[in-house]
């Protein structure tokens, strides 16, 4: 056989094969046309390779090469043709590839934050105890953050670098101006405009200059607590605290009382909870100082009462195993995803 020959009609072999791969609309009739150009048994291109034996010796390494090439050719045709069939370029696309019975992608939901989470939840435990909301402002004066707190003028609290001071606001107010450093504030501003008895909660942010770690954050939540009556004790803040905690920790919760010193409680205890096979700092608590009560206008000798004020962050860490209290501000979907 001549090698021209041969040569034509591995080219017409070719053409053919395009055309008919191209040509397929559906997964059935592309198989039909693989199986007459690659069929292993007597497929077209086994047909054409039969003359190869037939070809002069000299021109066999021609022949044999444009073989290669031509089978190459053909079976890559095919898999292109494949992959237009499972990209949706079938009958049943429109030419712009868009397919209106594929089921379409779902719409990502979000959900409340875990911080958000858990204080709705401590708002619904608290108020079950009798305990309304009270709100106050995130920029303070020193009146409320400090002097009313029974927090001398040279106090280290006070501090330029344990405060954010805002120098703006100062201008604009005539007077120091600072990012509260704790909800403390809010129980001023409730008694100063509440006879007793009172009983609230108050919950929201409040800003320190400390290095972020595992457990410290600059800005993080409180949930302060206060309670104002005759006849208020040291034995109702344990209680509510007891309550309070295992409510939303579980009753085998185990919560401890450190001493501990507040300017504006007296006596003060430290409240730590387990967390992670030890201890961990919830916050502070204590019976009002006689002098902040005298400071809104409450007589210490008809009244007293107690003052709590834990950490937001902390109370969800324990609840739901967090390690680090970073986790929360990441914006880290697969952390978030988990509450
Ligand atoms: N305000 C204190 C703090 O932020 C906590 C506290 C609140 C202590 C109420 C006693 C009473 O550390």
Same mark, same amino acid.
């Given at each position: 056989m001549a090698l021209a020959d041969f040569l034509a009609d591995l080219d017409s072999l070719l053409t053919s094969a395009n055309a008919a791969f191209a040509a397929a609309a559906d997964s059935d009739s592309l198989e039909v046309a693989r199986v007459e =150009?690659? %069929?292993?048994? &007597?497929g077209r291109l086994k047909t054409v390779q039969q003359g190869l034996g037939k070809i002069d010796k000299p021109d066999k390494p021609a022949a044999g090469k444009k073989l290669n090439e031509v089978k190459k050719a053909i079976t890559a045709a095919f898999e292109q043709a494949q992959q237009n069939l499972s990209a949706g %370029? %079938? #009958?049943? $696309?429109g030419d712009d590839g868009f397919d209106p019975t594929l089921p379409g992608r779902r719409a990502r939901l979000g959900h409340i934050h875990p911080i958000t989470q858990t204080i709705e939840q401590l708002k619904e435990i608290m108020g079950r105890l009798g305990f309304s909301v009270a709100e106050g402002p995130e920029v303070e004066d020193k009146w409320h953050n400090f002097d009313a707190l029974n927090i *001398? *003028?040279?106090? *280290? $609290? /006070? &501090?330029e670098l344990d405060n954010f001071y805002l120098a703006t606001a100062e201008k604009a107010a005539g007077e120091p101006m600072l990012l /509260? &450093?704790? +909800? &403390? !504030?809010v129980q001023i501003r409730v008694m100063e405009k509440t006879p007793p008895p009172v009983r609230i909660i108050s919950l929201g942010r409040v800003y320190r200059p400390d290095t972020a770690d595992a457990t410290h954050y600059p800005m993080f939540h409180q949930i302060e607590g206060l309670m104002v009556d005759r006849g208020v004790t040291m034995a109702d803040l344990k209680s509510v605290l007891r309550l309070f905690a295992s409510s939303f920790l579980g009753g085998d919760v185990h919560i401890r009382f450190r001493p501990s010193f507040f300017p =504006? +409680? #007296?006596p003060s205890v430290e409240v730590d909870i387990s967390w992670q096979g030890g201890w961990m700092e919830m916050g502070g608590a204590g019976m009002i100082d006689p002098n902040v009560l005298r400071a809104v206008g409450y007589d210490p000798d008809e009244v007293t009462g107690f003052a709590f004020g834990l950490g937001v962050e902390r109370i969800c860490m324990s609840r739901h195993q967090v !390690?680090?209290?970073r986790e929360f501000y990441r914006n880290d979907v697969r952390f978030l995803e988990q509450f």
């Open positions: =150009f690659l %069929g292993a048994k &007597s %370029g %079938g #009958e049943d $696309a *001398p *003028p040279i106090h *280290p $609290a /006070r &501090s /509260r &450093s704790q +909800t &403390s !504030t =504006f +409680t #007296e !390690t680090d209290i």
